[in-house]
């Protein structure tokens, strides 16, 4: 039970809140996702934290908060379980929680409790907004918070500098040592955290001595998910202290419906079809077609499925042929995939494989082998869709990138963390015109594809439509766009990306 709990406060030590007073509290549309390790055993949990929306609540400025944390595999269930969805709303002005609703499935059936804060002007910090309050004060704090039923109190001091180099990239950091009864209660001792020490003060790390081992939690996942222009104002769902009668059960339930829409936050529509011409070297090498075909159930599983397929390949080809696809089937939420087919054939044939997402363990399988793999994680194509609806914005110094995006990606027989570098806004010719666009470099961390050295033009449009890919010698340049189910594209708009 102690690190179970230890777990959840895991979760809010890395949620995403930049440091200084004058600064925002929250970073809307952050996305922060974690690996969990426990002395020997690897993958043990995820979390994942998202900064969904600002608004109004009540008449005053609110931010939502959601996360997710599950402990998985078989090591997982050994020593701790646990499987928590929680949603925040914080104050904006005064950083206090105003009301919070958690859903624990750990015992198997959903147990929900609800806090409603927000007739109480002199409500206490709890367990977020009092590491929240750390994070603000540049790590160094004296405060006291409430968990549960008891009072606790918290130092955290910076203790040093020191510079990582995880699975997610090479980071500068600063040191917090954090000490608490809290801690003592569950058996933790020497808790450090590590802050980026640039101006977004991301959590990269966490490490605490335990009776099990070292518990560290390392980041896996930096992305700024894109806003709608209207952001949505908070509404929490509060339930009556009396509880509601038992609804009667509805006999027959709704059948499913295929090819509904897809959320508005995403930057592509159902049918979208994209042909782009392919060069190898210079020379016409066929077309390569790529489109968000439909949504139905695949396996029993509400999913859109993409493809990307081959055509007019000359004969005298040898990397491609005609035919040769790749097809992922993904949540119409969180476009992470549970199932990718490669199909490739002449000198990339080593290449085919199923790759399925045990959605238990969170492990990969694949060619009767399973790869333990950080919560979602991406195929190449599916990351090739999310990635327009990433928040690209450009680091005002080239020699300090700290707006990268880093995304856990799969790829034959590993996963590892792509780094997104955006740069700044540019003119690409394209389809005879000049095209606004923006150049995204990206850095796989795998040798096979970094010898590719890929980038990606993305345009400034609504839909931040891919323009153009290269790969190696490859060079695939967008020749048409149509779009092939009912549902109308989205009118076209420029797009500033150096806005905040």
Same mark, same amino acid.
């Given at each position: ?13 890395? $949620?995403?809140? %930049? ?11 952050? @996305? ?105 004060? &540049? ?7 409430? *968990? ?45 955290? &590590? ?18 081992? *070292? ?24 339930? %009556? #202290?009396?509880?509601?009668?038992? =609804?009667?059960?509805? %006999? ?5 419906? =295929?090819?509904? =829409?897809?959320?508005? *936050? ?13 060069? *190898? ?9 790529? $489109? ?21 390949? =000359? ?6 042929? &005609? ?49 333990? $793999? %950080?919560?979602?994680?991406?195929? #190449? ?17 080239? @020699? ?101």
């Amino acid at each position: 039970m102690g690190l179970l709990t230890f777990a959840t406060l895991a979760v809010f030590l890395f $949620a995403s809140v %930049p440091a200084g007073a004058q600064q925002q509290k929250f970073r809307t549309g952050e @996305k922060l996702a974690y690996r969990v390790s426990l002395d020997s055993f690897d993958d043990v949990a995820f979390a994942e934290t998202h900064v969904v929306s600002s608004g109004l609540l009540d008449g005053r400025p609110t931010y939502e908060i959601r996360f997710r944390t599950r402990s998985l595999n078989f090591a997982s269930a050994a020593f701790f379980l646990f499987d928590e969805d929680r949603t925040t709303f914080v104050s904006a002005d005064t950083g206090l929680p105003l009301f919070q609703r958690r859903i624990d499935a750990s015992a198997g059936m959903p147990i929900e409790t609800m806090i409603d804060r927000r007739q109480d002007p002199a409500a206490p910090l709890d367990l977020v907004t009092a590491l929240y309050r750390i994070r603000q004060s &540049n790590g160094s704090a004296n405060l006291v918070f409430a *968990e549960g039923d008891r009072t606790y109190s918290l130092t955290s001091s910076i203790s040093g500098v020191e510079r990582l180099v995880l699975s997610a990239g090479e980071f500068d950091t600063n040191i917090a040592t954090l000490q608490s009864d809290y801690f003592t209660t569950l058996g933790m001792s020497d808790i450090r955290l &590590n802050l980026t020490s640039d101006e977004r003060q991301i959590p990269v790390l966490l490490r605490a001595r335990t009776t099990r081992g *070292e518990l560290r939690i390392e980041i896996s996942g930096i992305v700024m998910v894109e806003q709608p222009s209207a952001e949505p104002t908070p509404n929490p769902i509060i339930s %009556p #202290v009396t509880p509601p009668p038992t =609804p009667t059960p509805i %006999p027959t339930p709704t059948p499913y419906q =295929p090819n509904q =829409p897809i959320s508005p *936050e995403l930057s592509f529509v159902l049918g979208e079809t994209m042909k782009f011409r392919v060069r *190898e070297a210079g020379v016409d090498a066929g077309l390569l077609t790529v $489109a968000a075909e439909e949504r139905r159930e695949f396996d029993g599983i509400d999913s859109i499925r993409i493809a990307a397929r081959f055509s007019d390949v =000359p004969a005298t080809s040898t990397a491609i042929r &005609n035919g040769d696809s790749i097809v992922t089937f993904v949540d119409p939420r969180t476009m992470i995939p549970f199932k990718t087919e490669v199909r490739f054939s002449g000198a990339l044939a080593a290449m085919s494989q199923t790759a399925t997402l045990d959605r238990t363990t969170n492990a990969i399988v694949y060619d009767g082998t399973r790869l333990d $793999a %950080p919560f979602a994680t991406h195929s #190449v194509l599916s990351l090739f869709y999310a990635v327009r609806s990433f928040n690209l914005k450009p680091s005002s110094d080239a @020699k300090n990138p700290v707006n990268d995006t880093r995304v856990s990606v799969f790829w034959r027989d590993r996963a590892t963390v792509f780094t997104l570098r955006p740069g700044q806004g540019e003119t690409l010719m394209n389809r005879g015109e000049a095209r606004p666009a923006q150049l995204i470099t990206i850095l796989p961390q795998n040798p096979e594809l970094d010898r590719l050295f890929p980038k990606l033009w993305l345009g400034l449009d609504a839909n931040r439509t891919p323009l153009k890919l290269v790969l190696g010698t490859f060079e695939f340049e967008l020749i048409d766009v149509q779009f092939r189910l009912s549902a109308p594209p989205r009118e076209p708009q420029k797009i500033d990306i150096m806005r905040n």
